[in-house]
């Protein structure tokens, strides 16, 4: 079975800090990663996906994303972080040739101050 | 945008009752899928589906049944609420992506047990 650990619950940072997002899976074999968002009163929408090549991959307004297979690890970045950043951010993985099911972390809610 | 559409948006019914959630979608996905969403515990996969009468349960499966008699809609049936059943329902679909499978998710169903 797969499953997903984020690190931290709630993080409060001010704008223009730098964020990073823990996230470590557990799954013996091939896997898809991602990192969706969910803005408040919004559902949730993707971010960023890792499927194969550069272990570094780019999203949506400026979020990065790093696999490290070593570390089963998939941590979110962004150098410099806004306002409207705010929002609560899971990692998801799914195994590959599994019809597409999704195990999610539990979730991190990113709190940006201005 | 793959077309979901859920309904109701917002229900509050009693404990007991049997309670019906629709998910439409609008572009023939194969794959459809129902997660509930509940503060510290991210997203729970319950049911999914793979094609017309093709369904198989998640991990949070118990209470819970669904149908899909068409490729566009698919139901979730609470038989006999109860208050810990209360909580943010999604439907999702699965489509391709450069290889990857990413959920595309509906607006969610806030659904009150009381």
């Known amino acids: 079975a797969q499953s997903v650990s984020q690190h931290n619950h709630h993080v409060i940072l001010s704008e223009a800090a730098s964020l990073e997002l823990g996230c470590n899976y557990s799954?013996?074999?091939?896997?898809?990663l991602f990192w969706y968002v969910q803005y408040p009163g919004q559902h949730l929408q993707l971010l960023l996906k890792y499927f194969s090549g550069d272990p570094l991959v780019k999203g949506i307004k400026g979020f990065e994303a790093e696999f490290i297979k070593s570390k089963f690890s998939f941590n979110l970045r962004k150098p410099s972080v806004q306002w409207s950043d705010t929002a609560e951010y899971f990692c998801a993985v799914n195994a590959r040739n599994n019809a597409g099911k999704s195990t999610f972390g539990d979730g991190t809610t990113l709190t940006v101050k201005p | 945008d793959a077309g979901i559409t859920q309904s109701p948006r917002h229900k509050v019914t009693e404990t007991g009752t049997p309670v019906t959630l629709r998910c439409h979608q609008t572009e023939n996905h194969r794959y459809m899928y129902w997660y509930r969403q509940d503060p510290g515990h991210g997203l729970r996969l319950i049911h999914y589906?793979?094609?017309?009468?093709?369904?198989d349960k998640g991990e949070v499966s118990d209470g819970y049944s669904v149908s899909r008699s068409k490729t566009e809609d698919f139901l979730l049936t609470l038989e006999s609420a109860t208050s810990s059943q209360t909580s943010v329902y999604f439907c999702?679909?699965?489509?391709?992506?450069?290889?990857?499978?990413?959920?595309?998710f509906g607006a969610g169903s806030r659904l009150t047990v009381l």
């Open positions: 799954y013996g074999g091939t896997v898809n």
């Open positions: 589906s793979y094609g017309v009468k093709d369904t």
């Open positions: 999702a679909i699965s489509e391709s992506k450069a290889g990857a499978n990413v959920l595309t």
